[in-house]
């Protein structure tokens, strides 16, 4: 009964198409990334009834995805926040924790995640596995436009990382876990052109005996939000898990999004409306000028013209 209602509230509210903000407004856009856990297959059936609420579906919050490989739901910001048919990630209760602390503020949340990925290989900038760094880069930059284009201004506000479960099965990658953490964020940072682009990372905790190397994945999480004021990161260890020992229940699925959406607010995403000034010649994004800034200006060196 709970999934054909839930299905006719979500209908009903993507018959009023996704509300953006008015021409002009400023539209904080909030990255969602990771692997299954990200993905989410919490079942909203399974919600105890006082959390049944933090799986309703959204309108004011416009939502694009991108799942395992290809664009999820409508193309374009014609969707918004709502569960997955009967299954939802940390999105939902994400979303309704943001829109009752900042009822005045517009948000959309652009989602890209794929399950079983490792952020040694598939997510490393250089490239290597399926390229996801590569598409989330793309993924942005096309995505923002395309919201601009509705007449709005358009704000990276922060990025919810919850990944590491892959990384958590050897020793390699859970050795390598803080310097290639450390090397996403700021390549994503000089490509977004957002110098302190604020993480929220969240320190998955599979319990199944497959994934030995967690407490390495965990602890690189914690000593990079330890130097970096822009980056925080929460613990879930408390949480229920599936019978798999690897998957986020439902119930913890809500308090996943909640806990992230509190970082969020508290590293103070929403606060400013305006990015700092960009520095003239600064061309990798870091609000300096250095070196890097001189590689890639001569990388363009050269004749204009035929």
């Known amino acids: 009964m709970r999934t054909h209602q839930r299905v006719l509230a979500s209908v009903i ?53 991108w799942l395992n490989g290809s664009e999820y739901g409508p193309v374009g910001w014609t969707d918004h926040l709502r569960p997955r048919g009967v299954f939802i990630g940390p999105e939902m209760s994400f979303g309704h924790r943001i829109a009752a602390a900042r009822p005045n503020e517009s948000v959309a949340i652009l989602k890209m995640a794929y399950n079983g990925t490792n ?51 050897s020793n390699w990658a859970a050795k390598s876990y803080f310097n290639n953490l450390l090397e996403f964020v700021r390549n994503l940072r000089i490509d977004t052109r957002r110098a302190t682009l604020p993480f929220v990372l969240v320190r998955v905790h599979p319990r199944a005996s497959a994934y030995q190397y967690g407490p390495q994945v965990r602890a690189a999480m914690r000593n990079l939000a330890a130097i970096d004021t822009a980056i925080d990161s929460v613990g879930i260890s408390d949480l229920a898990l599936k019978s798999d020992n690897i998957h986020l229940t439902a119930d913890s699925m809500v308090r996943t999004g909640i806990r992230a959406a509190d970082a969020i607010l508290a590293l103070g995403c929403l606060d400013s409306v305006e990015d700092a000034p960009d520095c003239l010649g600064d061309f990798d994004g870091d609000d300096h000028l250095g070196v890097s800034d001189l590689l890639q200006l001569l990388e363009f060196w050269g004749p204009c013209g035929p």
């Open 13 to 65: 509210a993507l018959s009023c198409c996704a509300t953006v903000a008015t021409a002009g407004e400023v539209v904080h856009v909030i990255v969602m990334a990771g692997q299954s856990n990200m993905v989410g297959a919490g079942n909203v059936d399974l919600l105890p009834e006082h959390l049944q609420p933090w799986a309703d579906p959204l309108p004011a919050i416009p939502c694009r995805q």
């Open 119 to 169: 952020l040694g290989c598939s997510w490393n900038a250089d490239g290597c596995g399926e390229h996801l760094y590569e598409t989330l880069v793309n993924i942005i930059e096309d995505w923002m436009e395309d919201l601009e284009s509705t007449g709005v201004d358009c704000r990276l506000a922060g990025v919810v990382w919850v990944q590491g479960e892959s990384d958590s099965r």
